[in-house]
């Protein structure tokens, strides 16, 4: 499988890796699956919710053998697990001395 | 707490079972197996919205004592919602325990018990609740956990105007029925969340329309052209989505 050309890009910057061989683009998104442990049912809800269209089995092949995706799907997958990323609490963090209340300071919710 | 495969097999056990001679003031075993077993089957068979009615119906028709009934449902460990009130008193009741953060239905879904206020006017566990509660008019309350999957947690919550109106038979077959709600509950957020997800894989369909037909692209270039857009404003794909159907404009997109 050839991967796609991207379409035209407006600015081609930084922090998706970008598509390279859909091989690596496959070892790539199963290590971020397992680095934050991404719930395969959850996970599959939120790719079906965007377009889809392979089955829960299909994308557990696809994270953890070398089942292969067309690419569209590749990149609904892709964007799934990124938001799921974006969707998971921020890890607790130190506080420091003058902090008055046990939780330190509000943090910034970037979610929309 | 008795499976739902043992209720379903009791229940399957005894059908066929002449019910009419059981009319008397109690409801018998036979007829209650085979009520249950009835609830079951039609729990299979409803819409969400359905099932919840249904279960707080069977709730008030086959458990003893019970006047009103609600479900309670906690989305997301924080949100508690109830669902499904068989009269407006009992929302109200239901939501000042959310906002004293106390009372018998909250115990009831954090700490995975059974809960039985005998008499509402001499409550303390729950002081601030127990004095509105009394007011309103409930005598006692009667509260099961539902063990819904994962994160999903809720509560049956059983309400009287008569002081002790609960027994023990009303917490036996209180139990019984949680347990059928527990799974059709399970089963109706899985739908429901089903039904979202496909509302927004429409959403989504529509705004790659768009772009296809504006820039002249294909499909899977206005997928990346979405995804770009959302990781530049760190917004979710479907939000970018609706933006662009509702107003016609990709936010962080081409300019």
């Known amino acids: 499988m050839k991967d796609p050309n991207p379409p035209k890009p407006s600015r081609p910057e930084g922090d998706l890796p970008s598509g390279g061989s859909g091989e690596s683009q496959r070892r790539i998104l199963g290590r971020a699956v397992r680095h934050s442990a991404l719930p395969l049912k959850g996970l599959w809800l939120h790719y079906f919710s965007m377009g889809g269209t392979a089955g829960e089995y299909e994308l557990d092949a696809y994270i953890n053998a070398s089942y292969s995706l067309p690419d569209l799907q590749q990149d609904i997958l892709a964007q799934a697990v990124n938001e799921m990323i974006d969707m998971l609490p921020p890890p607790p963090r130190a506080s420091y001395s003058d902090d008055t209340d046990d939780g330190g300071p509000p943090t910034k919710e970037l979610q929309g | ?255």
């Open chain 2, 1 to 255: 707490m008795q499976s739902v495969e043992e209720i379903r097999t009791q229940a399957n056990t005894e059908q066929g079972q002449p019910s009419a001679h059981d009319q008397g003031s109690s409801a018998g075993a036979h007829q209650l197996a085979s009520q249950l077993g009835d609830l079951a089957r039609s729990l299979n068979q409803e819409s969400p919205e359905a099932v919840l009615e249904l279960v707080v119906a069977a709730a008030i028709e086959l458990i003893p004592g019970v006047e009103e009934a609600s479900l309670s449902i906690v989305t997301g460990r924080k949100e508690v919602e109830t669902v499904a009130p068989s009269s407006e008193l009992l929302r109200r009741l239901d939501d000042l325990q959310v906002e004293l953060t106390e009372g018998p239905c909250l115990e009831a879904i954090y700490s995975e018990r059974t809960i039985r206020v005998r008499d509402m006017a001499t409550e303390t566990r729950w002081p601030s609740f127990a004095e509105k509660a009394t007011e309103a008019g409930v005598g006692s309350m009667l509260a099961f956990q539902l063990f819904v999957v994962g994160d999903n947690l809720g509560a049956l919550n059983l309400y009287s105007s008569q002081v002790d109106a609960f027994d023990d038979d009303s917490e036996h077959v209180g139990l019984i029925v949680a347990s059928h709600a527990a799974v059709a509950l399970a089963d109706a957020q899985q739908v429901s969340q089903l039904h979202e997800a496909v509302q927004s894989r429409d959403v989504i369909g529509q705004a790659k329309g768009i772009l296809m037909e504006r820039y002249k692209i294909t499909g899977h270039q206005a997928f990346l052209l979405l995804a770009k857009a959302s990781q530049h404003t760190n917004k979710k794909l479907q939000v970018l989505a609706e933006d662009l159907v509702n107003s016609g404009e990709l936010t962080g997109g081409k300019t």
